[in-house]
């Protein structure tokens, strides 16, 4: 496999793809948390929610069954089907309840339990990120030894 072939494998790898997209999408999931604890005593506000996670596993593992994907991993493999879609974040907002005689569906204390939970799925993502990174460095600076 020519240099330039094995630095496109290394950039188009599972974890370059889907951790940062992961990431983006608990950075927003923060800020939406955020605006739903800001508006809590706001008449008539309706929370939002992110939707991330259910999206990628669609995109890995498809609609029908728990399978993962098939996956290339060599040149005269024959290429995979393209996926439908490339999952992203979306926001969407939630008008299945209502908290509050005001129609306000914000909970404070579920909203600040989602904070949290994020934070830690953040920090994990993170972590893996880096330590991806890390590994890709160490090869890169070991010269093959």
Known sequence: MSETGVLEQILDSSNLNYLPRAMTAANIRQEVIANNVANVNTPNFRKSVVEFEDLLA????GEDD??????RTHDKHLPPEELPYHAEPTITIDHSTIMRADDNNVDIDIEMASLAKNQLYYNAIATELNGHVSRLKNAITSNGQ
């Open 58 to 61: 669609r995109e890995l593992y």
């Open 66 to 71: 728990n399978k993962l994907k098939m996956v």
